[in-house]
């Protein structure tokens, strides 16, 4: 069962007054979570074979194993501003140099694609990816990512 706060009918300083049908449900929810819960393990059990499936395509197309769970140092990496491709190589724990050895790509092109002053093509950031373990859509940023914050 999903739940959403319900509309008030009146809010003051001192207080909100609900629809009686609005209060059972707030109160049923908070009785027995049970509904609630497992609709969000169903969601999450959901969400993981969609990866289980996402990661077996890329590993067949690609012939090795790829991450395709984002660890929480690339999400607040790029929270932070920082460009997918070195949020990974830090969270890999790699130079631009060891990176460099990995993929053929030169350290000067991963230096200025780390910070922005190049995107690299769709073969340069394939070997990135390839490289690092990851999805090319890992490295990819939208239009809005890396603007100043």
Known sequence: MSFALPKPKAVTEDEVVLSRADWDAIVKVLRDPADEDEDDLAAVM???????????????????????????????????????????????????????????????????????????????LDRLARALGVPIEALIEDG??????
């Open 144 to 149: 809005r990512q890396g603007e100043a914050r």
């Open 46 to 124: 959901a969400a993981r074979a969609d990866n289980a499936r996402f990661a077996a395509r890329i590993a067949g197309e690609r012939s090795t194993v790829v991450d395709v769970e984002i660890p929480i140092e690339i999400v607040r990496a790029k929270l932070d501003g920082v460009h997918p491709l070195k949020a990974w190589r830090d969270y890999r724990g790699w130079t631009q140099v060891y990176l460099n050895f990995k993929s053929g790509v030169g350290r000067d092109l991963i230096a200025q694609i780390e910070t922005r002053r190049k995107t690299g093509s769709v073969e340069t």
